[in-house]
């Protein structure tokens, strides 16, 4: 099971892809923490 603060970090790197994958073009994509999950996140 998953303790609710790793709950919490999970959705939020799943809404960073997100936002990354939907504003790709924006400033938002550029942002490191969100790059790094983006890059993570499509690396498996």
Do not use: G, P, V, W
């Not at 099971?1 to 550029?30: D, E, G, R, V, Y």
């Amino acid at each position: 099971m998953f303790t609710q603060t790793q709950l919490k970090t999970i959705k939020t790197q799943i809404h960073l892809n997100a936002s990354c994958l939907f504003f790709s073009s924006t400033i938002s994509c550029q942002d490191k923490i969100c790059f790094i999950s983006f890059r993570k996140y499509h690396s498996n």
